[in-house]
């Protein structure tokens, strides 16, 4: 019987120990790192390698109001694409961006780079937010 008792003890422990140990930390800059490599596979045509776009043609991510204006947004375009008339930095452009078939680690990543880059400064867009907004 102590045996058994000592080992429910010992179990518990065990179990809150890795309970309440610190939940690794989103690495924002790491995210950052690998977004760059997912943008220059996936966006650059269109969004150039500063992210100025082209005018009257693609729309600018550099220092976008649009963008930055709601994450949820912008995670749906990225996952389902989008079309029609959108309004970015004052200027109207109306076009299609198609989806890609990115993973919600990749997602995330993209989006972190395009979001701290070039004159933005966003807060992270989580892979779990991204898996969120797939649903």
Known sequence: ??????????????????SFQDKPKFDLKASITRGKEIYTAQCITCHQE???GIEDVYP???????????????????LHGASGEIT???????????AFDLTDQEVSDL?????????????????????????
Do not use: C, H
């Open 50 to 52: 500063q992210g100025e």
């Open 88 to 98: 970015v930095n004052g200027k109207t452009y109306n076009g299609d961006m198609p």
């Open 60 to 78: 600018p991510l550099a220092k976008s109001d649009y963008l930055m204006a709601d994450k949820t947004r912008s995670i749906q375009q990225v």
């Open 111 to 135: 989006l972190n780079y395009v979001r701290n880059s070039w004159g933005n400064k966003g807060a992270a867009v989580t892979p779990n937010e991204v898996a969120s907004a797939r649903k």
């Open 1 to 18: 019987m102590k045996k058994l008792v000592f080992s429910l003890l010992f179990i518990l422990f065990v179990f809150t120990q890795f």
